[in-house]
């Protein structure tokens, strides 16, 4: 099993920054790849950037050249740094950590930008 928490959420001006963290513990050896999601209300939940173990990186054309993604794998940390922040941004952002055959989420943190 593994856990996930998220941190770093909050209330942003647009053009505002943001980082989020989230940190995996537990059964963490065989995860191979950790990424952020993101869910607007009435929207169905879609990807915002994903990094595997190796350092390869994956971003929603929405996001690239503003959200960088990085990975501390000695601390099984993934982050998420928001540059530029716009109002379509306003989501409750999730962490997802993968293994072979399995996905682990976390609870979700609530970004929030405003005009």
């Known amino acids: 099993q593994v856990q996930l928490v998220e941190s770093g959420g909050g209330l942003v001006q647009a053009g505002g920054s943001l980082r989020l963290s989230c940190a995996a513990s537990?059964?963490?050896?065989?995860?191979?790849?950790m990424g952020w999601f993101r869910q607007a209300p009435g929207k169905q939940r879609e990807l915002v950037a994903t990094i595997t173990k190796s350092s390869n990186t994956n971003y929603a054309d929405s996001v690239k050249g503003r959200f960088t993604i990085s990975l501390d794998n000695a601390e099984d940390t993934v982050y998420l740094q928001m540059n530029s922040l716009k109002p379509e941004d306003t989501a409750v952002y999730y962490c997802?950590?993968?293994?072979?055959?399995?996905?682990?989420w976390g609870q979700g943190t609530q970004v929030t930008v405003s005009p």
């Open positions: 537990g059964n963490t050896f065989d995860l191979n790849s």
């Open positions: 997802k950590a993968a293994e072979l055959g399995y996905d682990y």
